[in-house]
C-alpha cells in the first residue's frame, strides 16, 4: 500500500471522527455501522487479500465476540476489559483451529471456515443457560460519560472509530512486514514459497488470527451497543459474506480499498433500502454484480489509472 493510501485513510477516519458534532442519532447510527463494516472487510483483507484464501469465517468470530463480551459483561467485567478478552480469546481460538483448517485449498476451505459459524451458532442456541439460547442475551448498559441516547451513541461511534483506525494500522504493518510478504507468496505460489523456507501452515495460521481477532472486539461493541443479541443476528451468513463484497469493491489486497468499499457498500446499502425495501436484497445484489463487473480490480484502481495518465502527460 503506498503511503499516500496509508496516510490518505488515516485523514479520512480522523476527519470522519467529527461526525457527532452534526447531533444527528441516524448520522451516529449509520457512522457505527461504517465503521464495524470496515473493520470486517480490512480483517478479511489479511486471509482472503494477501493470502488468497476465501474465508467465510467473518460471522463465526463476530458472533463469538458478541457473545463472549456479553457474557463477561452481564458477569460485570468493564465494556473494554470485555472487549480485550474477547479479542484475546478470539486470537489464540482462531490460530488453533486454523492450524486445521488452512490445510484445506479451494472451495473446502470457503466450506469448512463458513461451517464454523454453523456450530458456534448451534452451540450458543444449546447453551441455554450461559447465552440465552434461542431466546436471546440481555446485556446492561455500558458505562459512558453521558445517559442520553446522543451520548451513548456517540460513545460507542468514537469507541468502533478508534477500533477501526487500530485494525488498518495493524492490517497496513501486517502488509510491509516479513508476515505480510509470506502471505502474499503463498497467494502467489504455496509450494514454491514452501521451497524457500516459508511456513505456509503457521502464516496461514497467524494470518486467519489476524482476520477475526478486531471483528470478535467490534462483536463486543455492538453488543453493547444493542443490549441485545440473538444467534440469528450475529452469526447471519450475510456477514460472512458482506465483507468479501467490500473488499472486492474497494479492492483486493488493499486495506484503504477495504475501508473505501465497505463505506461505499453501505451507503448503497442504506439507499437501496429506503427506496426498494420489498426487494432490496435483490436490488442491492443487481447493483454489486454491475460495480464489480465495470471494475473487476476495485475502486483503488480508478486511482491508479488517472495517476499513471498523470505520468503519461507529464
Not at 492450524?99 to 470457503?110: K, S
Not at 514454491?192 to 488470527?209: C, L, P, Q, R
Request: aromatic content about 12%; overall charge positive; proline content about 3%.
Amino acid at each position: 500500500m503506498k503511503k499516500s493510501s496509508y496516510f490518505g485513510t488515516i485523514a479520512l477516519l480522523v476527519l470522519f471522527g467529527c461526525l457527532p458534532l452534526f447531533e444527528s442519532s441516524y448520522a451516529l447510527r449509520i457512522g457505527i455501522f461504517a465503521c464495524m463494516y470496515a473493520i470486517m472487510a480490512v480483517s478479511w483483507t489479511v486471509i482472503g487479500g494477501f493470502t488468497g484464501y476465501p474465508s467465510f469465517a467473518t460471522a463465526a468470530f463476530f458472533g463469538f465476540g458478541a457473545y463472549c463480551g456479553g457474557v463477561l459483561i452481564n458477569k460485570g467485567w468493564p465494556l473494554f476489559a470485555a472487549v480485550g478478552a474477547a479479542g484475546a480469546v478470539a486470537f489464540v481460538s482462531a490460530l488453533l483451529l486454523g492450524i486445521a483448517l488452512v490445510r484445506l485449498r479451494g472451495h473446502y476451505f470457503a466450506i469448512g471456515s463458513l461451517a464454523v459459524a454453523e456450530v458456534l451458532r448451534e452451540a450458543t442456541n444449546s447453551a441455554t443457560d450461559l447465552t440465552g439460547g434461542g431466546m436471546g442475551l440481555n446485556i446492561p448498559l455500558a458505562v459512558t460519560s453521558s445517559s442520553s441516547v446522543m451520548g451513548e451513541a456517540s460513545f460507542f461511534f468514537w469507541a468502533m472509530l478508534a477500533l477501526l483506525l487500530l485494525t488498518f494500522i495493524v492490517v497496513h504493518l501486517i502488509q510491509q512486514s516479513k508476515l505480510g510478504f509470506g502471505l502474499v507468496c503463498i497467494k502467489q505460489n504455496e509450494s514454491a514459497a514452501d521451497m524457500i523456507g516459508v511456513n505456509a501452515t503457521m502464516y496461514k495460521s497467524v494470518a486467519f488470527a489476524f482476520s477475526g481477532v478486531f471483528v470478535a472486539m467490534a462483536g463486543v461493541l455492538y453488543a453493547a451497543w444493542m443490549h441485545y443479541i440473538e444467534p440469528a443476528d450475529v452469526f447471519d451468513v450475510l456477514l460472512a459474506v458482506k465483507p468479501i463484497v467490500m473488499a472486492l469493491l474497494g479492492g483486493l489486497g488493499s486495506p484503504a480499498g477495504a475501508v473505501l468499499g465497505a463505506f461505499v457498500f453501505l451507503g448503497i446499502e442504506e439507499l437501496v433500502w429506503r427506496n426498494f425495501l420489498q426487494i432490496h436484497s435483490g436490488v442491492l445484489g443487481l447493483l454489486v454484480v454491475v460495480l464489480l463487473l465495470f471494475l473487476p480490480n476495485g475502486m483503488m484502481s480508478i486511482a491508479k489509472r488517472l495517476s499513471f495518465r498523470r505520468g503519461q502527460r507529464g
